[in-house]
C-alpha cells in the first residue's frame, strides 16, 4: 500500500521544499508526496478545522504554537527546519547604512506585521532602531499581503525600500539588496516545523521528518538561501 | 509560444473540471432560489437575498474561512460528512464547492434579471391553459429567462476560472490534485522567474473564458431569434 | 352554464362593480371602450383579484372573499382568448395551439387540433415562429389555442378584431358548431352587435363598470332599430337553393325567395336589413324589386320615426322597418295583410 | 405624395414583390391577412431593410440597393401607427402623446396636442400610465401619438380595429380633417371596405405578397357591387334638415330626401346602400318608402345578376343594384326615365 | 457586540467610500459599453467583449499587478500620470481604481441583459417618431433598463465591498489611507485570535452591503410598478 504525506508548507520554502520531495522519493518510490503551499496563517487554520496534514511547516512561531495550543501538533516533533536572514531591497540608486536611513525616503513596503512575520520582523528591527512610529505616523508604511507583494513594489520602483528575506532577495530582477538587518535586532527568523497528532503516526512522515535533518536536506536548502538553524547569517 | 509543464497542463485540466462542475452544480439551486425571489410572494424574502449576496460582499478569503468552519472535521458538517465518509477539504470537491459559492450570487442575480422581464401575461396565458406554477416554470420560465440563465452561467464559469481566495483556503493549494490555474499563478509568482509561466497560464484562463462566451453568444443569439422578430 | 358572479373591483380611478347570475350557455358582453369588459374577464378568469364578491361556476365556488376561497386559474378550468393573442414567443404556432390541449385530460379532449386549425386556416403554419406572424394569423392561433384546451367556459375578448369579413364568417358557425356540439358554454366580448347576434343567446350591456342592461341578443338587435345606428337586421336560414334564371331561388319557411347570390346545398344563414324591406298595401306592377311576400302585421313596435313591424309570412317572421307616416297611410295594425317587397340583392349571406 | 416604390422582400416562405407609384394623397391598402401590408409598411418606414429595390417619397431617394442609400427611419419623416400600438411602458400618456411632438421643429408643429386628445377622448387619461389602458384607448393614444408628430407621410395598420363603430366614426372626419387641412399624405391599411371609402382616395389591393389591383376607391367599391359580399354603398353629403312631422327633409343635390334621422346643422355624411334604393317604371301608390325621385338612368354596369344602375337625380348621382330580369321588366338603358324608390330609414348616417 | 477600533472605521468609511465611487464611475462606462454590445453591429465585438470579461476570469491578483503594469511608476500610463502631478499607487484612487476594473464585467452584463430584453418595437416607434439614436438610448432604452442598470451596481457595489486581491497589489495597504475591509479583516485572520475582529467587520460589510439592496429592491420595484401591469 503507497504512503502519502500532506504536508502544509508556508509559501515562502515552495521551491526548496519541491525539491527536497524530489530527494526524499528516490529512496522511498514507494511514497506519494502531497505538499499544500499557502501563508502559515491559512495553512495553520487548516491544520486546526481537520485538514489532512502530517508537517507543518510555519514561516513563523506564532502559528506553530497557536497548533500547539489546539492540540494538532506532537509538541516533542517541534524543531526548527531553518532559518532567514532580513534584508532591505530597493532601486539602486538609493543608499542604506542604517534603518535610519530610511525615514528620508517616501514608501516603504515591508509584510503586513500582523500577517506576515517577515513583516513582524520588520517591525521589531524598525522599532528597535527607533525608526517606526515616525515612519507609520507619516503613513509611509506600504504593508504587503506577502513578502513577493513588498519585493515586487521594490522591484518595479514603486516603493523606495522593501523589507524582504534573505532568500527572497534572491529573485530580485531590478532592485538591489540595499542592506541587510542585523540579527540583534529582531527575533531569530526561524521556520519552525512539527509532526501532527495524525504525522505521528505516518511512518512515511516521520521518515521525512528525519531526511529534513540530513546533511543532504541541508545542502538543498542552503542552496536556496536557507541557513541551517543555529547558523545565524544567510547567504549574501 | 506557450510552454506549459506538465504541472500547468494538470492545474488546466483541474480548473476546467472546477469551474464546469461548480456551474453545472448551481444551476439548478440558482433557478430555484432566482424563482423564489422573484415569483412567491413571502415576507423575509429580503433576508435570503442578503444571505445569497454574501459570498459576493466578503472578501473570498473570508468566505473560504467560513466554508472551512462549515465542512472541516471539527466543523458543523464535519462529523456528519466523516460518517458517510465523504472527504471535503483538500479535495477537488471543496474547490467545486469554493468557486459553486463565490459565484452563486452572480447566477442568481442574472437568472433574476431575466425572470422579472418575463411578460406576466405570459404566464397568465399558460396558467388560463391550466398549467400548474411547475408546469408554467418549466414550459414558459425556464425558456424566456433561458437567455439569462445562459449569460449567468458564463458569468459564473468565468469566476470559477478565477476564484483564487476561497479555493486556498478550502481546497488547499496541492499540485496535481487541487491547483487550479489561480493556485498554480499564486505559485508561480512565489518563484524566481515564475511571471513568464505565469502569463502562460493567464493566457489559457482568457482563451478558455473566450471560448465559453463565444459558445454563450451563439447559443443566445439562437435564443433571441426564437424569441423576437 | 351556470355562471353566479357578484364582484367589486376599485382600479385606480375607475371602479367595477357588477352581479349577474347567467344560465345561458352563449353570453354576451356589449360595451363601448373603456367600460371594463376586459377587467370583467380578468376578475373570472382568477388572473385579477376582486376586491370582494364571489363566483360560482357550476355549483363550484371559484372565488368568494368572505369565505376566502380563491381558485388559481389553472384550476378554474377557464379559457380565456385575448385581445391582444399573447402567444408564447418561444414556441412555434404548432406548439401553442398544443399547449392547452396538452395539459387536458385525454377524456376530455374533444376538439380534433387537424380539424380546427383547417377551418381556421393556420394549417399551413404550423411549423412557423409565432413572431412572424400577420396581425390576423395571430389571433387565430390564440383563439385556436384556447379552444383546444377544452375548459369548462370560454371568455373570449374581441376574438375577431383584425380578421377580414369573409375569415370571420368563415369562423363564426364554426365556433359556434364546436361550442354547441361539446356544449362548451362562452362569454363573448366585442364592439360588435352583429357578431354579438350571431355568437350570443343573452347580452349583457357594460357602461362604466357598470351593467346597464341585460336582456336576450334579438331584443338587443330589435332595441337597436330603434337606438342603433345601423338598424336590425334580420337573419334567415335558407334552403336548397336552385337557379333561376340569372338568380337564385331559395326555400324559407313556407315560402320561395329570389336570391342574386348562389349558397351552398343546405342551409344557409342570410341577414336581410329591415329597412330593406318596403311594404306596398296592393301588389305593385313594374318595380326592380324581384320579391314580393304577402304578409300578415303580427306586432308593431318602436318608437319616434323608427316603427318595427313583424310580419308573419308562411310559418317565418320578418322585422320590418318603416316610418310613422306609413303606417297611418298603409293602415298598418295587427292583422292587416300587406305585401312585403325585397330586391333579390338585399339578402346577404353570411355563412 | 410623390411616393415611388419598387421593393423585393423575401420572409422566410412568403416573398414581398412590389412596384407602385402614387400621387393620391389619401391611399389604401386593401389585402386579406397575411397579404404583406404590415411588411410593406416596415419596409417604407425603415424599420425594415428590402432585399432589392428603390423608395422615393417625394423627390427624396429613402432607399435604394443599387446606390446604398438607406435613410434612417428618425430621417425620414414617415409616421407609423402600428397594428399594437406599442405604446411607451414607461410614459404616461401625455408623455406618450407629446414624444414624437417635442421631437418635431416648432415651425412644423402644425397641430394642437389639446384638441385631438379631446377628439380621440382621451383628454381624461393624460395622466394615466399606458398599462392601465383598455384595448380601444391605447390604439387611440398610438394614433394621436402619431399625427402629432407632422410626418411628411402617415402609415396607418388598422389603426381603428378595436374600437366601436360610434367612435370609429367620430374619429374619422377628424383624421380627415387634420389629414387634408395639413395635406399630411396617408397610407391607409384596413380590412374594411367601407374605411377605405372614408380613408382613401385610390386603393391598392394586396394579395400574397403582389399588389393585384390599384384603382380609385369609388371603383372599388362600384366593383364590390358584383363581387363584394356587402355590396355598395352610396354616401350622400345631405344639408339642413328641417323638421318634417316625425321625420327630417334634407337637401341634396337640388333634391328634398326625408330621413328618419336627425343630423347636425351643416353638412351630414349618410350612407345608402345600392340595395335600398328599388326602381320602378311609373310612381308607385301607397308604398312604406317615403322617397320618390324621378331620375334618369345614366349608365349600367356590373355582371351576372348583379346590374348597378347609375342615376342621375337633380345634380346628384345615385348607384342602384338591380337584377338582370328587372332591366328588362323596367327597360332600363341609357336615357330612361325612372322612379327610385328609397325608404327614410335606408339612410345610415355616418358623421 | 461589535467593538470597531477607530483603524476600523476608518476602513469602514473608506471602503464606503472606494464602493461608492468605483460603482458610481463605472456606470456611464458599464452602460455606453453594453449598448454598444448589444445594439452596435460591428465584427470584432466578441473581441471586445472578451476584454471586458478579463477581470473576471483573472484571479484578482493578477488584475492588481497587472493595473501595477499600468499605473505604476515604470508602468505604460506611469510616466504620463507623474508628469500631469496625478498618483494612482498607494491611493484611495488606486483601490477606486480596482475595485471598478474588477466589478465592471458584472456591470455590464447585467445592463447587457436588461437591454437585450427591450421590444426592439419600442425603439422601432421612437426612432419612426423622429428620435435619434442618442434620443432613443436616452429615453427609450436608458429607462427601459434601468432595472437591469440598478441591478448591475448593486452587484458591481458590493463586489467592491469584498474586493480584496486587486486592490492589496495596486493600493498596498496602508492603514487610514487605503486599507478597506477586506484589507482589515485579511490582516485579523492572519493573527491568532484575530477571528473576533475579522468578524466584527464581515458584519458591518453584510449590514452596508444589506442596506444597499433594500435600497435597490425598492427602487427597482417602483420601476417594475411603471413598466408593466
Ligand atoms: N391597472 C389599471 N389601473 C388603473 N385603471 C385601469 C387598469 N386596468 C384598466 N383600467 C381602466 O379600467 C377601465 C376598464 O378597462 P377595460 O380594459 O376593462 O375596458 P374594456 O371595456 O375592455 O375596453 P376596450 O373595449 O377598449 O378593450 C378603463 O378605463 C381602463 O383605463
Ligand atoms: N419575420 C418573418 N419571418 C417569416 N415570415 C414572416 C415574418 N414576418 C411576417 N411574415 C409573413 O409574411 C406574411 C405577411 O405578413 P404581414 O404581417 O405583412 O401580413 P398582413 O397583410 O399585415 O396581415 P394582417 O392583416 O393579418 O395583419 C405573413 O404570411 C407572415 O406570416
Ligand atoms: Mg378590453
Ligand atoms: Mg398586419
Redesign the pocket.
Known sequence: QAAEVHLSVAASMTDAIKELDAAFIVDHPDVTMLPNFGSSGSLAKQVAQGAAADLFVSANPKWMSYLETEGKIAPQTVRDLAQNTLVVVGPQKTAVNSLQDLEVMERIALGSPGSVPAGQYAQQAMRAAGVYDRLAAAKKLVMAKDVRQALLYADRGEVDAAFVYGTDALLVQKAVVLYTVPANLHDPIYYPMGLTIAGEKNSAARAFYDFLASPAARKILAKYGFCAPGAGAAAK | MLNLSPQDMQAIWLSAQVATAATLISVPFGFAVAYFLVFVRLPGKALIEGVVNLPLVLPPVVVGYLLLLLFGQSGVLGPLLQSLGIRIIFTLKAAVIASAVVGFPLLVRSIRTGMEDIDERYLQASRTLGARWWDTLLTIILPLSGRALLAGMTLMFARSLGEFGATIILAGNIPGVTQTIPLAIYEYTNTPGGDRMALSLCLVSIVISFAVLLANESVSRKFRQRTTR | MNLDVSLRKN????Q?DVAFSLTENRCGIF??????????MHLLAGLLEPDEGRIELAGQILFDSARRINVPPEKRRIGVVF?HAHLFPHMNVRRNLLYGWKRTPEAERRIDPQALARVLQIDQLLERGVNSLSGGERQRVALARTVLACPRLILM??PLNGLDEELKFQIIPYLNKVFSEFAVPLLF?S?SLHEMRLMADEVLV?EG?HMQQRLPAEELARRSLVTGSRGYANLLTLRGPRPHGDLWLYHWEGNELILTDSGAAGDNVFELAAKDITLFKRHPEASSARNMLPCRVAGIFGAGNRIGVELACGSGRLICQIVPDSVRELDIRQGAEVIAVVKASAFHRLY
Request: net charge negative; hydrophobic share 25%; proline share 5%.
Open positions: 382600479y385606480g380611478g375607475f367595477l360595451g363601448p371602450s373603456g367600460s371594463g369588459k376586459s377587467t370583467l385581445q375578448d374581441e366580448i364592439h357594460f363598470g
